[in-house]
């Protein structure tokens, strides 16, 4: 059973970088068979995909925030990170980090998740 | 940028009944989208993909339908658990490039 764990902290201040990692178990970010992704929910709003990485390092983001995202991977640790510059208020919210699989028909979705971690942007 | 539509916002149901969800897209996605439930204070869960498809452990009361740019969720019978928001999403292009609907709650009447 693949189970996903973000980690990281919880206030980040306003302008600084929050960073936050997702250490995968039951599976493994160096499969050519999926992605693996961010997603975000401010409190009591909907869902906003952040990006995706490959196992390989090729990355896709979301572009309202592509110019403050970066997601790397570490396959010795299992583990993906996002990295989310100058950050203010309006980045508040729950973050998950989720697995994106994809069938023969080229269909994706997002199939395992996180529990997410709330982060809260505040001085 | 596609954009995503859903209505109702809130749906209210009796245990019992037949639930219909509605998903728009600003432009033809084709069968290239999912559906998510999800419960107070827990992740999202999948439910169905490729506009029709349920995902592995979803009972056959949650069934997907559409194309292009009209999609429905249906939920046969409501059972007790199946209170909560539910969220579309499509993708698009090569890479694919994901987007969310505003959700639906379905609440008890």
């Known amino acids: 059973q693949v189970q996903l764990q973000e980690s990281g902290p919880g206030l980040v201040k306003p302008s600084e970088t929050l960073s936050l990692t997702c250490t995968v178990s039951?599976?493994?970010?160096?499969?050519?068979?999926?992605?693996w992704s961010w997603i975000r929910q401010p409190p009591g709003k909907g869902l906003e995909w952040i990006g995706y990485?490959?196992?390989?390092?090729?990355?896709n983001y979301n572009p309202s925030l592509k110019s403050r995202v970066t997601i790397s991977v570490d396959t010795s640790k299992n583990q993906f990170s996002l990295k989310l510059s100058s950050v203010t208020a309006a980045d508040t919210a729950v973050y998950y980090c989720?697995?994106?699989?994809?069938?023969?028909?080229?269909?994706?979705?997002?199939?395992?998740w996180g529990q997410g971690t709330l982060v809260t942007v505040s001085s | 940028e596609i954009v995503m539509t859903q209505s109702p916002a809130t749906l209210s149901v009796s245990p019992g009944e037949r639930a219909t969800l509605s998903c728009r897209a600003s432009?033809?996605?084709?069968?290239?989208l999912a559906w998510y439930q999800q419960k107070p204070g827990q992740a999202p869960r999948l439910l169905i993909y490729?506009?029709?498809t349920r995902a592995t452990g979803i009972p056959a009361r949650f069934s997907g339908s559409g194309s292009g740019t009209e999609f429905t969720l249906t939920i046969s019978s409501l059972q007790s658990e199946d209170f909560a928001v539910y969220y579309c999403?499509?993708?698009?292009?090569?890479?694919?490039?994901?987007?969310f609907g505003p959700g639906t709650k379905v609440d008890i009447k």
């Open positions: 989720a697995r994106v699989s994809y069938d023969y028909h080229g269909h994706y979705y997002f199939d395992y």
């Open positions: 990485i490959y196992y390989s390092g090729s990355t």
């Open positions: 039951g599976g493994s970010v160096s499969s050519g068979s999926y992605y």
């Open positions: 490729g506009a029709s």
């Open positions: 432009q033809s996605v084709s069968s290239n």
């Open positions: 999403q499509q993708y698009n292009n090569w890479p694919p490039l994901f987007t």
